[in-house]
């Protein structure tokens, strides 16, 4: 067997796994780790499971489809990182091994596939905190990204009317009910993960056009971590009070 494509999402929801063999349209093996707080160990464990479950190894993957982002700020990290080290050990200098790189959006290719699907203008939204996260934006053949923030009156301002929620974000239910805006579908994160392996899969093999690499992506961050959001908040509340 060879060839096989490896596909790892990262940014959703924990760890996902999914292999595609050649010539095939649905995943030959998938799996969404239980565990979304041990990605780092969990990941390595999965594509091991399923190599093992298609009698295959390393030695047979051939491609390798891996989430940017956005999403999860050490999600995002331990896949790329994953990927890197994947991709450096099967090409070392002793293989002739040439492993093919793509790097995704899972939260893009979901939206545009969800568009395909409901045959109309659609909106996903993934949560990062109670009030911010993220959307992903299809309308009138146009794709695009940006963070979003609750607590900005103008947060919805030209966004399709079809809503999809990843995972529990009850502040955004609450705002679209404030706003006469409708959640179309609720999404929980385990399933969007699965969907997004499935949608990553059709981007391989409808013949969609993507740029193949041997280099392994860029991280795509829309937002500052959380760490960095705390820092800035403690410096501008530091200002406030020097400045009284």
């Not at 700020?73 to 492993?99: E, H, K, M, P, W």
């Not at 609720?186 to 740029?211: F, H, P, Q, W, Y």
């Not at 041997?214 to 500052?224: G, N, Q, S, V």
């Not at 410096?235 to 400045?243: A, F, L, M, P, Q």
């Amino acid at each position: 067997m060879k060839q096989l494509t490896l596909i790892i999402d990262t940014s959703i929801r924990g760890a996902a796994v999914g292999l595609l063999r050649p010539g095939e349209k649905k995943l030959a093996f998938f799996e969404v780790s239980e565990d979304i707080k041990d990605s780092a160990r969990q990941l390595p464990l999965m594509v091991k499971r399923g190599l093992e479950d298609l009698c295959a190894t390393s030695r047979d993957v051939g491609a390798l489809v891996v989430s940017q982002g956005p999403g999860s700020f050490t999600g995002i990290r331990v896949g790329l990182a994953f990927a890197y080290g994947f991709s450096l050990g099967l090409n070392d200098s002793a293989s002739n091994q040439n492993l093919r790189v793509l790097g995704a959006s899972s939260l893009l290719v979901l939206a545009e596939s969800t568009a395909i699907r409901e045959r109309c203008d659609v909106v996903v939204f993934l949560p990062a905190t109670k009030t911010s996260g993220y959307a992903a934006i299809v309308q009138k053949g146009v794709s695009r990204m940006l963070p979003v923030d609750l607590s900005s009156a103008s947060f919805s301002e030209g966004f399709p009317k079809y809503w999809m929620v990843i995972g529990d974000w009850a502040q955004l239910v609450s705002s679209a009910d404030l706003l006469g805006a409708g959640i179309s579908a609720v999404i929980d994160a385990k399933a969007a993960s699965e969907m997004v392996l499935k949608c990553l899969a059709d981007l391989v093999t409808e013949g969609r056009t993507v740029n193949w690499s041997k280099e392994i992506p860029e991280a795509i961050y829309l937002r500052k971590s959380s760490v960095e959001e705390k820092f800035d908040l403690e410096h501008s509340e530091r200002e406030r009070i020097d400045r009284h």
